[in-house]
């Protein structure tokens, strides 16, 4: 189930969501935080359930495959991090 059907279910719950499918590059993250903020005023939690699984020994897998692997799986969650953390800071310090 991709991110936006999560969200989608969240929202018939009658909750609030915002939700994006790739996020493996700054501009995408930072857009994604920056539309949450704008949707719900703050950002407290992020939640990120990205990945892909790399069914082959990565020795075995083709070089754009470990790419998109590496991407998704790990740079995508650790630009997260960082946007979602400069932003819980940035209030905690009160400078939004």
């Keep these: 189930m991709k991110g936006e059907e999560v969200a989608n279910l969240i929202r018939q719950a009658g909750s609030r969501a915002v939700s994006e499918d790739r996020c493996d590059k700054p501009a995408d993250v930072k857009a994604l935080v920056e539309r949450a903020v704008a949707e719900f005023g703050r950002l407290d939690v992020a939640f990120n359930n990205a990945g892909m699984d790399g069914s082959e020994a990565l ?5 754009d495959k470990a790419g998109m692997l590496f991407d998704v799986n790990i740079k995508a969650c650790l630009l997260h991090e960082i946007r979602r953390s400069s932003r819980c800071s940035r209030r905690a310090a009160g400078q939004w």
């Design 59 to 63: 020795h075995e897998m083709d070089i």
